[in-house]
């Protein structure tokens, strides 16, 4: 079982930069693949960016590619999310996810864990 933190939310100006983390319990943390994942109201929870459990494959949304970077130190059993240029559409409650399994995936239903979520929200 693996237990997962997000912390780091809040507000931010637009072209701002904001950092989120992740806090995992559980010794498996570094076999795992991580994710984060948001969503806004009235709408779909949607991937934002995702990496194998070394991190040496990272995926990203279009939406967020070249603005966001994730990272992760297995040593912490900590990923990270750091998000450069947010955009008001960026505001979303954000969610960092694990899945028992080493290889990326970008739709919730592949993820096994999950964190309670961080509010950000990105001021025009």
């Known amino acids: 079982q693996v237990q997962m933190v997000e912390s780091g939310g809040g507000l931010v100006q637009a072209g701002g930069s904001l950092k989120l983390s992740c806090a995992a319990s559980?010794?498996?943390?570094?076999?795992?693949?991580v994710a984060w994942f948001r969503q806004a109201p009235g709408k779909e929870r949607e991937f934002v960016s995702a990496?194998?459990?070394?991190?040496?494959?990272?995926y990203y949304a279009d939406s967020v590619k070249g603005r966001f970077s994730i990272s992760r130190d297995n040593a912490k059993s900590t990923a990270y999310l750091q998000m450069s240029s947010p955009k008001p559409e960026d505001t979303a409650v954000y969610y960092c996810?694990?899945?028992?399994?080493?290889?990326?995936?970008?739709?919730?239903?592949?993820?096994?864990?999950w964190g309670q979520g961080t509010q950000v929200t990105v001021s025009s």
């Open positions: 996810a694990a899945r028992s399994s080493p290889d990326i995936a970008t739709t919730p239903q592949d993820y096994d864990y």
């Open positions: 559980g010794r498996t943390f570094g076999a795992y693949a």
């Open positions: 990496c194998n459990w070394s991190a040496f494959s990272k």
